[in-house]
């Protein structure tokens, strides 16, 4: 007997939108004031809606408005056949698409891990089933995340600039605090790690010379005691030779250490001479890339991003391939809101095994459009929504008020190197700096 057909798409709406960001700074240059993000909406002939969330560029936008005339009528359960037509219209994205930016600029992953969850979100409403049930069940009821420590200036993004408003307090005051040495890391911990809960530490690298970032991992040892897991992200800044000898300094005290250098072949020299293992979300980025990083033994733990590894079961894919071979296998941040973050805790809660917290920029942002407000974290975890679906709904009155903030804001894409150029001119972006 044949199977029923699915709920088919009648319609896709495709908001860009400006969220506050404020001006962190990372081995590419500086946040934009406004970070962008793209919300996808499908609808179904029997009126379902499902939404995603992804990181936003005219370009991708303008590719996900050219593949509503093949989406338009297709059944939301067929997602095989749905990725099959989008790479025949698209092409399959290349090693080299990814860039030398701490972000990934591909265009096919962002458009299928955009309508991959949007169609997994109308499902869970068809089945009365949570996203994690449709990724194969829920392993734990609550998803931890690291505290992520950046390097900045002052302000907290929009129109606030690197302006800083004296009425804050609390985590909300250290948003807008500048915090460019050890010390200032330190406050800015305490307070995120107060608010939030967070049992583990990300520091954001590349941004200074070596010796003052491995000093802050020193200054937040000593300020949160040995009980408190340790990493650091260079962004691939340092040589060889550098990571070597400041990864050496700091086994120790790190739990793993993120992207020391640039490629497969200098992680792998890397890791060959340290005891700490090393993580990567820059030089193992897609199915492509594994057989050689197995090859040469480049990193420990491949840091997934269901958006830049085309969606939330291709990422559980990926988490079969580094059981299969040995790896951990953790999650990437970028600047996302709700919708992001509840797919990502979707994941956390299905992958067999939840070894490291996973990254998120979410503290950082102060916008949202979901119904209800922000998610909240308890201990530094989010709880698995069981709600049918991605378990998170539309406020379309923010949606509407952040989508008039894209259209006055000007940007179209990020561009960290330009925005650092307003603060620093002249300042050029380097591969390879340390």
């Given amino acids: 007997m044949a199977s029923t057909p699915g709920p088919r798409i009648k319609d896709i709406h495709i908001t860009p939108i400006a969220t ?6 990372n081995a590419a240059g500086l946040h934009a004031p406004y970070a962008l993000r793209t919300v996808l909406e499908i609808v179904t002939e029997d009126n379902i809606s499902g939404i995603s969330e992804i990181p936003g560029t005219k ?18 359960f067929q997602l095989n056949q749905i990725r099959q037509m989008l790479v025949q219209a698209f092409g399959k994205d290349s090693s080299a698409d990814r860039g030398l930016a701490p972000w990934d600029q591909r ?9 991959e969850v949007a169609c997994l979100d109308i499902i869970g409403k068809v089945t009365n089933k949570p996203v994690v049930d449709l990724l194969g069940g ?12 950046f390097y900045k200036y002052a302000g907290a993004g929009g129109e606030l600039g690197f302006e800083q408003d004296p009425t804050a307090s609390g985590w909300d005051e250290a948003r807008q605090k500048s915090a460019l040495n050890p010390e200032e890391i330190v406050a800015q911990a305490q307070a995120m790690c107060r608010e939030f809960g967070f049992q583990s530490i990300k520091l954001k690298g590349g941004v200074f010379p070596p010796r003052q970032e491995v000093d802050a991992i020193f200054a937040l040892r ?23 000898q400041y990864g ?23 890791r060959k001479a340290l005891k700490t293992p090393l993580a990567t979300n820059m030089c193992t980025t897609s199915f492509e890339e594994i057989p050689r990083s197995i090859a040469l033994g480049s990193e420990d733990i491949i ?11 291709a990422s559980m894919t990926l988490a079969g391939i580094c059981e299969t071979f040995g790896r951990g296998l953790s999650m ?58 991605l378990g998170v709904e539309l406020d379309r009155v923010a949606l509407a008020k952040l989508h008039e903030n894209y259209k006055a804001c000007g940007l179209t894409k990020r561009n960290d190197e330009v925005e650092m150029q307003k603060v620093q001119p002249g300042w050029k972006f380097e591969a390879v700096r340390w």
């Fill in 248 to 270: 050496r300094e700091m086994e120790p005290v790190l739990e793993y250490l993120e992207d020391p250098v640039r490629g497969q072949e200098n992680m792998a020299q890397v």
């Fill in 59 to 76: 370009d991708i936008d303008a590719a996900l408005e050219d593949s509503k005339k093949l989406l338009i009528g297709q059944d939301v």
């Fill in 303 to 313: 840091l997934s991003d269901h958006h830049f590894w085309g969606g939330l079961r």
């Fill in 332 to 389: 990437h941040s970028n600047s996302h809101l709700g919708i992001s973050l509840a797919a990502m805790v979707h994941l956390g809660a299905a992958l067999p095994k939840m070894t490291y917290a996973l990254d998120t920029h979410y503290p950082w942002q102060s916008d949202e459009i979901i119904i209800g407000g922000r998610l909240k974290f308890e201990e530094g975890s989010v709880l698995v929504p069981t709600e049918p679906g």
């Fill in 222 to 244: 000593e300020a949160f005691g040995p009980d408190v897991p340790l990493r650091i992200d260079p962004n691939a800044l340092w040589q060889v030779e550098t990571a070597i």
């Fill in 138 to 149: 829920k392993m734990r009821d609550r998803v931890p995340f690291a505290a992520y420590l």
């Fill in 20 to 25: 506050v960001d404020p001006p962190l700074l």
């Fill in 107 to 115: 265009k096919l992953v962002h458009i299928f891990s955009a309508v």
